[in-house]
Structure formats: C-alpha cells, structure tokens
C-alpha cells in the first residue's frame, strides 16, 4: 500500500530544529533488488506505420523491445503487479516484452533510480511519486508524456483521457510538461462511528470545526461518566501525526504550506488549524494511543469516536469490527475546518525515464494498457486504492457495494486537493510529520503553536536552499 510502503520513511537530509528538539533523518543505504522477469510473449505479426502517428515508430520496431520497469512494492502489490506483467508479455500485440524489479519502498527505489541515472543500468520505467520525477527531471532524465498521450496512433483520445478523475490527472502535469500520469492515488480520512453518535445525541456527523469538537467531547464525557476508570482519557479522536493529517487539518481551515511557489507555514489559518487539534488533545477530547495499540482495535471498541486512516487501510478497521462482533454505522469523512474540508490526494505515478526512442514508446503502452478499465478494476479489488478512471469504477458495482466506507472516499473526490508540485516537497512532507509530533510529544500548550510553525517555515529555508 502507499503510505506503507515508505511514504512516511524518513527521508534523507531532514534536519528539524523545533524548540529543543533536534530530528535527523539518514537516508536509506542503496541495496540490490530482487528482480522477476516474466516470459517473452510469441512473436506478433508486424504491421506497418500508422501514418496517423507523430512518434515516427513503426509497430514491428518495437517486436523484441525489452523495457526494466523498477517499483517499490513487496507482497501483495508486488505479486498482484508481476502477474500483470506476465499477461502483458504473454497477449501484448508489439512483442514487448517487461522485467519487473521490486525495490521494497519508496526510498529505496528513490535512492536506488537516482544512483541509477548516470549509469546505462536505470530503468526504463519507474513508479515513484510525483516529487521524485520532479528531482530526477530537473536533470533532464525524465520524459515528457504529452507526444505519447497525444499520439493519433498510440495515445489516448479525448474521451479516454476524460475519463480520469481530474484531481488525479493533473497532479503530474507542470509547467506544460507531462512527467507522469497515476499509478495510485490515496488520502487520509476521517473515521466516524455515527450509532455512537446517535446514542450520544447527535444524528449527522460533523460538518465545521466545532461541531468536530463537540461530538469529540461528548465521546469523552462519555468516558468519564461509566464505570470503567481505566478509559477516562479516551473518547474522542485518535491523535494522528501522519504529515498528510496535518496538511489535511491545514487545508481544512484554509491554510497550507504554500505562498506561490514558496514554503510558508507561519500563517493565521495555520495557526487556527495547529491551536484547534492541539487545544482538543490539551482538553481531553483526543487521545494518544500507545504504540503497541492497534487504533483499529480502539475505534471498534467504542474506545474513541473519530480515527484516521489512509484509503488502503479502512478494509483493517472493517475486519476490527468484524472481529469485535460490533454492528456500528461507521462512515469516513472529510477534516471538517472553519472555512472548507480538508481532502489531499497524493500516491504514485508512472515515469517514464528516457533510453531509446522504441523503449520509451514501449514503456508508455505498457502504462497504457496498466491504465485500462480492467486492469485498474483488478487493482482496486486488490488494494482498496481510488480508482483512477470513471470507467474503472462503473466496472466496481459490486466491491463498491459490499464496501460502504471506500464508497463513501469515493463520493468525496469532488472536495479533494493535489500535494504540492515541488521536487522538494519528499523532505518537507517528513518535517512537517516531525513538527506535527513533537507538538504532542513536547506537550506543547496550544497557545505555542506558532512557534512549530515558524520552525518548520526556518527548516524548510534551510532543506530548499
């Protein structure tokens, strides 16, 4: 899954100087890949030039090609992605053929492409976030999809094209260049138990921030009004210090971490969105969970009425509350604020790096055909991530039915956001979680909040100088 897989690993070159803290972040030594290679499909009768296409590459240049795709998953992902090449090989009309490495998580792949570009060792092919291709196209190594997408002959037409949800479309589009298009997308949600609720008084969930405080605070009440002295501190949601929580709470109040193209998190809306979570935990209405925990198990213990988890992880709640034999309504909602909702997508892509014209072409119908309906139906079924296309998800009548929380992510696509496009944005994501939990863990009064803020403003000076 995405966040799993190294998108919260600490990163290399963070340095965070918060009050009298002081977090360093090595990076991950390169380490060599364990690699699976599927069979050569039999050989496609050739054909000749479309003389539709712009790429000048006829259909028999590409029998025999041979493309390195390098990602970061393992396990299921991975096992589920290596069958995917392995029918690509076998029923592909070009004769392409697809070696698949797994590189175990985003940072390793990241260290591992980036050592890889100088050489003639680098992948054809690579699915890294949006950040990474950033990085790796500020030194000209990255190639622009826009000729591939646009192509009469191998592209894709305006109705397919359109049928990409646009939040996920257009977050590996800048500056008019294409250095990607999605291979996953995912956000961070709000958990709710709404029979709680109602037992509590309250029939709808929370649309603003203070009706997130007062159900919060009556889940706590509730605690301290039973029996059990044990559960006094509980109640109300579940301290979560992911960056993407975060950023989600800042959006929520109208904030960010952006001024144009700069950093800037010493702001008003900033201030309220950090004060509002960190004066809810100072009251009680938000707890933190121990380490060997599962918040899982809390919210389908009654335990606390609002969670947080990203997409992929709502199917382990649902087994919690199978497995506490709990029959709860429970939903996912957005992070309700005092001006919109808080909804940040992000996840990986597809990017192409460039070799030979014959293997960036071959990469990109590769990409094309994983981007198809069936294939992303197969994907969701697996891993509970958004589908990309409309067509994908009129495919998923039936998970969506039988999966009434991820039905309900989905519904909310139209409020959501894009990360922001800068290569640097892979180090201050992890400073930004670094702030998020030394503001709970250095039990910071609410009233101090400003000055994570303007640490984190002085850090981000310093990582993208």
């Known amino acids: 899954m995405i966040h799993r897989r190294g998108f919260s690993a600490k990163l290399h070159k963070s340095l965070l100087l918060l009050l009298i803290l002081l977090t360093a972040c090595q990076p991950a030594q390169p380490t060599l890949p364990t690699t699976s290679s599927a069979p050569t499909s039999t050989a496609r009768p050739a054909s000749t030039l479309d003389a539709g296409t712009h790429l000048g590459i006829p259909k028999e240049a590409l029998k025999g090609v041979t493309i390195q795709v390098w990602h970061p998953w393992f ?28 590189q175990i998580n985003y940072t390793q792949l990241y260290d591992n492409v980036t050592n890889s570009l100088p050489t003639a060792n680098r992948p054809q092919l690579v699915i890294a976030f949006p950040e990474h291709a950033l990085a790796w196209d500020a ?44 291979a996953e997308r995912s956000a961070r949600f709000l958990l709710y ?19 997130f405080r007062e159900q919060a605070c009556r889940g706590h009440q509730a605690m301290l009004t039973d029996s059990d002295k044990t559960d006094d501190g509980q109640g109300g949601w579940i301290v979560d210090t992911d960056p993407m ?44 969970i121990q380490p060997n925990e599962s918040p899982a198990a809390a919210f389908a213990g009654r335990k606390a009425m609002f969670a947080t988890a990203s997409l992929e992880d709502i199917s382990s709640y649902a087994r919690a509350m199978a497995s506490a034999d709990n029959g709860d309504e429970w939903t996912v909602l957005t992070f309700p604020g005092d001006i919109q909702t808080g909804l940040v997508i992000y996840g990986s892509s597809y990017v192409v790096l460039k070799s030979t014209p014959e293997q960036q072409l071959a990469s990109w119908l590769f990409v094309r055909w994983l981007l198809s309906p069936q294939i992303q139906q197969k994907w969701v079924e697996v891993t509970g991530l958004f589908p990309l296309r409309t067509s994908a998800l009129d495919l998923l009548s039936g998970y969506k039915d039988s999966h009434p929380q991820w ?41 101090r909040v400003a000055e994570i803020l303007a640490n984190m403003e002085s850090t981000s000076a310093d990582l993208t100088k």
Not at 171 to 177: E, F, N, R, V, Y
Not at 420 to 436: C, H, K, N, T, Y
């Open 139 to 182: 030194n000209g190594y990255v190639t622009d999809l826009n000729p591939y997408i646009n192509d009469p002959q191998y592209g894709l037409n305006q109705t397919e094209e359109k049928d990409f949800t646009p939040v996920f479309w257009s977050q590996d589009s800048i500056a008019g260049k294409r250095l990607g298009v999605p």
């Open 245 to 288: 929580t975060l950023l989600s709470w800042m959006t929520a109040f109208g904030g960010g971490v952006l001024e144009g193209n700069n950093y800037r998190f010493l702001t008003p809306k900033n201030i309220s969105a950090l004060t509002f979570v960190k004066q809810l935990y100072d009251d009680g209405c938000a707890w933190s």
């Open 75 to 102: 396990t299921v992902e991975a096992d589920l992605f290596n069958s995917q090449v392995k029918e690509f090989n076998q029923t592909n009309e070009w004769g392409i053929t697809v070696q698949a490495t797994s």
């Open 407 to 447: 039905s309900a992510a989905v519904g909310l696509l139209p409020q959501a956001q894009i990360e922001p496009q800068l290569a640097s944005w892979r180090e201050i994501r992890v400073m930004l979680g670094d702030g998020f939990q030394t503001m709970f863990s250095s039990n910071i009064p609410a009233g």
């Open 193 to 211: 138990n709404a029979s709680w609720a109602r037992d509590l008084g309250f029939e709808t969930p929370p649309k603003s921030a203070d009706e």
